[in-house]
């Protein structure tokens, strides 16, 4: 079984200030992880995703998300916030094991608020 | 714009009407998706299909019924639903055998049972 858990219902920060999204994932094998975002009455928007190699994975918009094996962890980050970041984000888990098929795991979501 | 469009946006239907969502993906994607979004509950897979055959039925009520006719347009069909089926309905599609089998949604259609 696979999951992915976003301890955070809602993060809040001030624009220009750093901005991290939290994520944890449980998968049987080696996960293959991914970032959406989903903009107020739009459908979500891939942002980057980990498959293999760099721990450090880069994406759209200024987005980065660290991959950590040892924490289960893919937090998504940026270094500073834009008024325009304000969204509700995904993180997404898919076990690498052929068995998985196509299904990928979401978790239930981040809003974040980003301030003037 | 996304690479995967759905019609309508919008839609409000009565619990006895019969109607359907569409979804049209141009991404020359080989698997298709239906995915629902409501307030109560995170992002719910409902049907899988890879080369128009169907490969997951997340125990959807019959109620509920995909057609898939070709790998580049999915259809959900719709008839005497409840109101608790008021929901955003994300249509979504990848490649399988690429790398990481990146899934790509369309803007949903808003659905709301009156």
């Known amino acids: 079984a696979q999951s992915v858990a976003q301890p955070e219902d809602q993060v809040n920060v001030a624009e220009g200030n750093p901005l991290t999204v939290k994520c944890t994932y449980s998968?049987?094998?080696?996960?293959?992880l991914f970032w959406y975002v989903q903009y107020p009455n739009r459908g979500l928007q891939f942002l980057l995703k980990y498959i293999t190699g760099d721990n450090l994975v880069k994406g759209s918009y200024g987005f980065e998300a660290e991959f950590n094996k040892s924490q289960t962890s893919f937090h998504l980050k940026k270094p500073s916030a834009l008024v325009s970041d304000s969204a509700l984000y995904f993180c997404?888990?898919?076990?690498?094991?052929?068995?998985?098929?196509?299904?990928?795991?979401f978790g239930g979501g981040t809003r974040v608020l980003v301030k003037p | 714009e996304t690479g995967v469009t759905q019609t309508p946006r919008h839609l409000v239907m009565g619990m006895t009407n019969k109607k359907s969502l569409k979804c049209e993906q141009h991404?020359?994607?080989?698997?298709m998706y239906w995915y629902k979004q409501s307030a109560k509950k995170p992002l719910e897979l409902m049907f899988v299909y890879n080369f128009k055959e169907q490969t997951e039925n997340n125990s959807v009520p019959s109620r509920f019924s995909p057609e898939c006719p070709n790998s580049s347009h999915l259809f959900l069909h719709l008839h005497t639903l409840q109101p608790e089926d008021s929901a955003l309905y994300l249509c979504a599609s990848s490649q399988v055998g690429l790398s990481g089998n990146t899934i790509y949604f369309g803007e949903g259609s808003w659905l709301t049972v009156v």
């Open positions: 991404l020359g994607h080989n698997a």
């Open positions: 997404a888990v898919r076990d690498m094991i052929r068995a998985a098929g196509n299904k990928l795991t």
């Open positions: 998968v049987s094998g080696n996960p293959y």
